[in-house]
């Protein structure tokens, strides 16, 4: 993420809660690193997970520390993703 995207926080959290579609979460820590926030601790396995590529998503923010992650098929539809059996150690608890 361009750190221009800072500019929405008083303080870039330390951590995001990333929601897809039907309301499942996830928690990935944040860094800030080369000039931008990374999402970092729990996105690659996220990622892997929802078989996420490169401009097939989109994020919008929800609150100061909550992303909506909407994800798109190689047609372009949003897919419908589910919450599956994630690493215990970074889905969230709601």
Same mark, same amino acid.
């Given at each position: 993420?361009? %750190?221009?995207?800072?500019? @929405?926080?008083?303080?870039?959290?330390? *951590?995001?809660? %990333?929601?897809?579609?039907?309301?499942?979460?996830?928690?990935?820590?944040?860094?800030?690193?080369?000039?931008?926030?990374?999402?970092?601790?729990?996105?690659?396995?996220?990622?892997?997970? @929802?078989?996420?590529?490169?401009?097939?998503?989109?994020?919008?923010? %929800?609150?100061?520390?909550? %992303?909506?992650?909407?994800?798109?098929?190689?047609?372009?539809? *949003?897919?419908?993703?589910?919450?599956?059996?994630?690493? *215990?150690?970074?889905?969230?608890?709601?």
């Amino acid at each position: 993420m361009p %750190l221009d995207f800072t500019k @929405h926080f008083v303080a870039v959290p330390t *951590e995001f809660k %990333l929601r897809n579609n039907i309301g499942c979460s996830w928690r990935v820590t944040v860094k800030l690193m080369n000039g931008r926030v990374t999402l970092d601790r729990g996105w690659a396995t996220y990622a892997a997970v @929802h078989r996420i590529k490169i401009d097939y998503m989109v994020f919008k923010l %929800l609150t100061p520390d909550t %992303l909506k992650v909407i994800i798109f098929d190689d047609d372009g539809i *949003e897919a419908v993703n589910k919450c599956g059996k994630h690493n *215990e150690a970074f889905a969230a608890r709601d």
